[in-house]
């Protein structure tokens, strides 16, 4: 029901950066938090960041200072623009929508976007 649609990931460099987007449909209008994860290889997902549809952000430790989270709801559009990127940022990167039904919160998720950062 709910769509996301994810782009911007890619090679670059270390100290590079990177804008990722994500774009919601079906059912967007109901969508209360969103958020990106990632997963990197031989680890379990993890939290990235994620926004409320009020602006309230939340960033892992390792990505405070570089990544921004930011949301245009009028797109229903999600981004994380990623600065002073690492090596250790290299990993499967996951738009994820929260949409909550009464009392029960539905989750969905992207396709994943690869970010790969070289040394």
């Known amino acids: 029901q709910v769509q996301l649609v994810e782009s911007g990931g890619g090679l670059v460099q270390a100290g590079g950066s990177l804008r990722l987007s994500c774009a919601a449909s079906g059912g967007s209008s109901s969508i209360n938090v969103m958020g990106w994860y990632r997963q990197a290889p031989g680890k379990q997902r993890a939290l990235v960041a994620t926004i409320t549809n009020s602006g309230s952000t939340n960033y892992a430790d390792s990505v405070k200072g570089r990544f921004t989270i930011s949301r245009d709801n009028a797109k229903n559009t999600v981004y994380l623009r990623m600065n002073s990127l690492r090596p250790e940022d290299t990993a499967v990167y996951y738009c994820?929508?929260?949409?909550?039904?009464?009392?029960?919160?539905?989750?969905?998720w992207g396709q994943g976007t690869q970010v790969t950062v070289s040394s």
């Open positions: 994820n929508a929260d949409r909550p039904l009464g009392t029960t919160i539905y989750r969905y």
